[in-house]
């Protein structure tokens, strides 16, 4: 049997003058002796003996082998701490407020049987494909004036904020009269996608479509690279404020073209206003509804998933739901710093992310995050189960067929459970196309966005579950080919409070969701007035009324 160990350590008897005398063998009359206990030994000048130099060290040295003790047990303190103000925090602080944490789970947790049991009559869905509208043709003459010069923008972003830029950038050039040169696409470090504008659009489609009011080319002319020593980075960048007033561009942009023939501008997301005269705004609509047209081969894989969306919503007659589902890890979950209920390792994860892609922007000395207000004033995202609670409190059944457009979900497994028990007949492109089908989009996340658009575009009810250039562009373009196709759009600050509320039975959930679904619809065929040149509404999102002169769209395709 093993015993413990102990060091027994023995304080040394303090010496005095007398001793250091018999040491030397020295008589303690003799002068010599005398002096000598005042000085000390040279060796013992310090103060201290042999044997307390041996006890210091010999303490110094159990200090550090139990250093690593000290360490832990204040770092349990440290946790028991945090855990007993956790569990008592409403004692102290007192209850959180309404719709500031996520208990949505637990809700579940207590409907789910009332769920499963409902069979009440399901919410109907509408076919919308046969009611395409008729557009007009256009009403705004072509420009006949020599152009001034050639512009040059770069799009920065995902697929729908580089899409924002195109449609600008196209209105930008009628209004100075300028030379369209393809936008150029950036390369961004959160979406990661070196695709270029002929890799996810029609470019002589794009080219054709609109000579007759903006001239496209797909390079600048030779001479213009010579004079730039061959490198586009060198042209004259014009810096524009976001939103800028047609009155801007023509006052303080256009001279810059006419002195040097050509001009680049970049960024350009957001770099015109919603408020542009009609001529200038019919372009802008006539790029977005009819010039982008994808590239071959996004098309024709859209156009199989769609077929085969359709085939597997046999139980609902080729009728399906799409939901926009973002819930990825980066730019939704890790960006919004919201908390849901995955604990120190979500913690963690999220942290871990945010540094990697902000890098300390997030830490920043001044910045104050607040997840409980984020969730209150209806910033954070939808999860999954929060998505199918919300639908199946509005009415769809579980044979609803549902499409899911979206990234890579963040712990996928185990927050699409719930969803797949609410809803099994779900599909997505993953899903519906072959690996070896896929294998042309698989690292690149603005190709692979180009599908769900499609997708989501053609179905007859689109769920949106967060702000974005995605679902802007999405609602705006439904509402341009059908007039009013259904989309749900939730106010997600009642979502938070309805969600937290843990004593609601299923009838009182399911009438308050009805609620929700009553006022999307009616903000869905409210017709907007565009009087400011601000950021909102997007024009993207609700077209404005030159859009209605876009040429008739017989052959338009996704």
């Not at 730039?228 to 004259?236: A, C, E, F, R």
Request: proline share 6%; with cysteine.
């Amino acid at each position: 049997m093993k015993h413990k160990t102990h060091h027994h350590i023995t304080l040394p008897i303090p010496s005095n003058g007398a001793d250091y005398a018999s040491d030397s063998g020295n008589s303690s009359n003799s002068p010599r002796s005398r002096r000598r206990p005042s000085r000390g030994p040279r060796r013992f000048r310090s103060g201290k003996s042999r044997n307390q130099s041996s006890f210091w060290g010999l303490r110094t040295s159990a200090w550090r082998r139990h250093y690593w003790v000290v360490l832990v047990l204040a770092l349990l303190y440290v946790v028991g701490f945090v855990w007993f103000m956790g569990m008592y925090s409403s004692v102290f602080l007192g209850p959180p407020a309404p719709g500031s944490v996520y208990r949505s789970p637990l809700l579940f947790l207590k409907l789910w049987p009332w769920i499963q049991r409902d069979i009440s009559p399901a919410i109907e869905i509408k076919n919308i494909k046969e009611r395409i509208t008729r557009a007009y043709f256009p009403l705004f003459s072509s420009g006949s004036d020599a152009p001034n010069g050639y512009l040059i923008v770069e799009a920065n972003g995902g697929l729908n904020q580089q899409r924002t830029s195109i449609c600008n950038a196209v209105a930008v050039a009628r209004l100075l009269n300028a030379i369209l040169v393809i936008p150029r696409f950036d390369y961004h470090s959160v979406w990661k996608d070196p695709s270029q504008f002929g890799d996810i659009y029609d470019e002589d489609h794009f080219i054709e479509t609109l000579k007759d009011y903006v001239t496209v080319v797909k390079e600048l002319p030779t001479d213009l690279m010579e004079r730039y020593n061959n490198n586009i980075g060198n042209v004259p960048n014009v810096k524009v404020r976001a939103w800028a007033l047609a009155s801007f561009y023509l006052q303080d942009v256009h001279p810059i073209l006419l002195e040097n023939g050509v001009i680049r501008i970049a960024p350009f997301a957001n770099r015109l206003a919603n408020n542009i005269p009609p001529d200038i705004q019919f372009v802008r609509c006539l790029a977005n509804y009819q010039a982008l047209r994808f590239s071959a081969p996004i098309s024709t894989l859209a156009q199989k998933i769609v077929s085969r969306m359709i085939q597997k919503s046999s139980e609902t007659r080729g009728k399906y739901v799409a939901v926009h589902l973002r819930f990825e890890e980066v730019d939704m979950v890790a960006f919004s710093c919201c908390i849901y209920d995955g604990g120190w390792m979500e913690k963690f994860e999220m942290d871990y992310t945010r540094r990697k892609g902000w890098k300390d922007k997030f830490t920043q000395r001044g910045r104050i995050i607040n997840p409980g207000l984020n969730r209150m004033n209806g910033r954070c995202p939808l999860t999954p189960l929060e998505v199918g609670m919300m639908l199946r409190g509005m009415g769809f059944s579980n044979n609803t067929s549902i499409y899911i457009a979206s990234g890579t979900i963040y712990n996928a497994k185990r927050n699409m459970a719930p969803f797949f028990q609410m809803f099994p007949l779900v599909q997505t492109k993953e899903y519906l196309a072959t690996q070896q089908e896929l294998s042309f989009y698989k690292d690149y996340s603005s190709r692979l966005a180009a599908l769900d658009y499609a997708v989501c575009l053609l179905s007859e009810v689109f769920v949106t579950t967060q702000g974005g250039n995605f679902p802007h562009f999405l609602i705006g373009h439904r509402r341009f080919l059908y007039g009013h196709g259904k989309t749900i759009k939730p106010d997600k600050r009642k979502l938070a409070l309805i969600l937290h509320d843990t004593s609601l039975s299923w009838e009182a959930f399911k009438e308050q969701m009805n609620l929700i679904l009553a006022e999307s619809d009616r903000e869905g065929k409210m017709e907007l007035k565009f009087k400011k040149a601000s950021k909102q509404p997007s024009i993207f999102e609700h077209p404005s009324q030159e859009c209605r002169c876009v040429k008739e769209l017989a052959n338009w395709t996704t």
